[in-house]
């Protein structure tokens, strides 16, 4: 198998990554692996121990990324919502923000249809691929800063394994900053800004938006036309 150093991908240094696709889906296997079995933050553990006996339906373990395999658009989120990816397993699956994320990336024709609302619903994203920041779902949808700061080695990775060019959409403020962070870029130096655009010294390209859940929908924080309007340049700017 042919590696890459990761040298060459922005200031991030030290990591080695597969340079072949039979590699690459290999990597993927263990770091999705890995991921599922994580327990390493005991609060939130412990949290998705306790949903599992209220709810023993609930997929309530990390969730995984969802999309293709090779994506130009990573869109990361900030964590599982508790009836949403926490219940489904499927990222924006499920709650309102995944409404409103699904029927957007449709009509700029990253999805195949325009709802999402339950795994095996024949969805299929174009382009592009959904993660959150934090894999576990946090109480009240507050993960703590050092939750974020631990499961950014997931986001790492997941980063690292896409081409330079990726272009990355940050929901909300916490992700924008996992992103800087799992790229080794100083976070103070890269505002968060709805609809700003930032070129990344790596070759990245980073575009900010509010957070598409219900509370930031209800309160017109993120009005539907905004969120568009941040998804119709993204998809201008892939093609
Ligand atoms: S949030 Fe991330 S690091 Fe923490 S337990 Fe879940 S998967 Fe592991």
Redesign the pocket.
């Known amino acids: 198998m042919r590696w890459r150093r990761c040298g060459a991908l922005g200031n991030v240094k030290g990591i080695c990554l597969p340079d072949t696709a039979q590699g690459k889906r290999a990597a993927e296997a263990l770091h999705d692996a890995a991921?599922l079995k994580?327990?390493?933050?005991a609060r939130?553990?412990s949290f998705l121990a306790q949903v599992r006996k209220d709810h023993p339906e609930y997929h309530a373990r990390?969730v995984l990324p969802f999309g293709v395999a090779a994506p130009k658009l990573l869109i990361v989120g900030l964590a599982p919502g508790m009836h949403g990816a926490n219940r489904t397993g499927r990222p924006f699956t499920g709650d309102y923000a995944g409404v409103l994320l699904y029927k957007t990336l449709y009509k700029h024709g990253l999805a195949n249809q325009p709802e999402g609302a339950e795994p095996g619903d024949g969805l299929k994203l174009k382009h592009c691929r959904i993660t959150n920041a934090?894999?576990?779902l946090p109480p009240e949808n507050k993960?703590l800063p050092d939750?974020v700061k631990?499961?950014n080695g997931?986001l790492q990775a997941e980063i690292l394994a896409l081409p330079r060019t990726i272009t990355l959409l940050a929901l909300g403020l916490v992700s924008h900053q996992a992103i800087l962070r799992a790229l080794g870029l100083k976070v103070s130096a890269w505002p968060f800004k709805h609809g700003a655009r930032h070129a990344l010294p790596g070759r990245q390209m980073l575009f900010d938006s509010y957070h598409c859940s219900r509370y930031n929908t209800s309160t017109k924080r993120l009005t539907p036309e905004m969120f568009d309007d941040v998804v119709g340049a993204i998809s201008s700017h892939i093609r």
């Not at 994580?38 to 933050?41: A, E, L, Q, S």
């Open positions: 991921l994580c327990t390493r933050c939130l553990a990390p934090v894999k576990c993960p939750e631990r499961c997931y």
